[in-house]
Structure formats: C-alpha cells, structure tokens
C-alpha cells in the first residue's frame, strides 16, 4: 500500500464543533483529494489540491474548507459540523499520469 | 457532467459462478480504470485500459475497453468469496490535468460460499 494515513481514524463530535480531519502521505505525490462516501452515493469528491497551497472545489464542496502548507499534508476542516456531515471520509493522492489514485485506510465522522 | 453509469448496481452470485458488471458513459473516454473496495475497506487501484478495443486480465478478472472507448467490462471467472466487495470504474474529468475522477456508486459484488 501507499504510505498515506489518514488522523484520526474514528472521531464523534457534537453539532456546532469544528473538526479536522488529517491526511498524510510519504509518496512525495503531487495530488491529493478529499472524497466522502455514503450509503447510496458512492464516493463523492470534496476538494482536490494539485501542488502546496493549490486547492479547489469538488462535487460537494459547502461546508467544507482544506488546506495544504506541505506537499505530505491535506487537511480537511468542517467549521461548524453538521449531522449530515457524518460520513466515511476518504483522503487519496496520485502522483500524476496516468493518475490512478490511492487511498488511505479513512475517517469514519460521527456527527450528534 | 462527465459521468460513467454502472450496471448492475448489486449482485449476488453462488460462489464459482462468473460475474460481469459494465460501464457506460454517453461520451468519449480518454481512458478508464478500476477499483475494489472490500466491505469496511478502502478503494484500491485494480487496473488501467487505455487503448480501443484493450483487453487485460489479472488472474480470474478480465478487463475490456469499448472500441468507441464508451464503455468497459470486468468480468470475473469462477467467483470466490475473496471477490466480495464494491468495484468502481470512475470516469476522469478531462478538463485540466488534475486527475480528478468522478466515482460512481459502483457495483457492490456479494457471493455465496
């Protein structure tokens, strides 16, 4: 596998509390993505960043903000988290053409 | 928007059964690939298929590219419980060179032992 890692693994947290989630990767890769998945909607991309403090927006972007100071670094931050922020968030990095991707082991948010 | 639908959503098979699952997309694709995830896992990079017509196999899995590059294949020989997961064929945004996939909700493979 990739040497990518994902902090934390679990969390729960109450509505109204800001969350960051934390990707890291040991591959010098340049792209990295944020993507959830839920039941019914398979993985759906957030954010993407291709290269330090180059990010957009992906498919479901509101709520979410990310930012990356290092090329090993992707964080992802829910400002003010929300019960349908509950998900398995999922962080991947591919080190471009062909741009196949590989994924961390993921974040499983809970959201009361 | 880019999207590639993925047919069938859900399969349940006897074990040593075989197993297709295909993916089509109303437009050209550049190139296609593959992922499993297993059940409470990750998404893994299976394979690529690039070139018209392209056939690929890996083991029991055999992976084929339209040759209007509109839609792909995988089909798995004599299934085993192993093969029990979700598997995605994400189509790529072609605009800008950002690698950026667009996941559908794959097909979830389960098999009886």
């Known amino acids: 596998d990739a040497g990518i890692t994902q902090s934390p693994r679990h969390k729960v947290t109450e509505t109204g509390t800001p969350v960051t989630l934390r990707c890291h990767q040991t591959e010098n890769h340049r792209y990295m993505y944020w993507y959830r998945q839920d039941p019914g909607h398979g993985l759906r991309l957030i954010h993407y960043s291709y290269g330090v403090k180059d990010t957009d927006k992906g498919e479901v972007s509101d709520g979410y903000s990310v930012s990356r100071s290092k090329t090993e670094d992707f964080l992802l931050t829910l400002e003010s988290a929300t019960s349908s922020q509950t998900s398995v968030y999922f962080c991947?990095?591919?080190?471009?053409?062909?741009?196949?991707?590989?994924f961390g082991p993921g974040t499983r948010l809970t959201v009361t | 928007g880019q999207q590639v639908m993925q047919i069938p959503q859900y399969q349940h098979v006897q074990e040593g059964e075989d197993f297709t699952t295909y993916c089509n997309s109303s437009t050209t694709l550049s190139n296609i690939q593959w992922y499993k995830q297993r059940p409470g896992g990750h998404p893994v990079f299976l394979i690529q298929?690039?070139?018209?017509?392209e056939v690929k196999k890996q083991k029991r899995l055999t992976f084929q590219f339209g040759e209007a590059k509109k839609n792909s294949s995988l089909h798995i020989t004599a299934t085993q419980t192993t093969d029990v997961g979700t598997y995605f064929c994400?189509?790529?945004?072609?605009?800008?060179?950002?690698?950026?996939?667009?996941f559908g909700q794959g097909t979830t493979l389960q098999v009886k032992p």
């Open positions: 994400p189509a790529r945004v072609s605009s800008g060179n950002t690698g950026k996939l667009i």
């Open positions: 991947a990095i591919s080190g471009g053409l062909p741009y196949e991707q590989y």
């Open positions: 298929l690039v070139k018209s017509g």
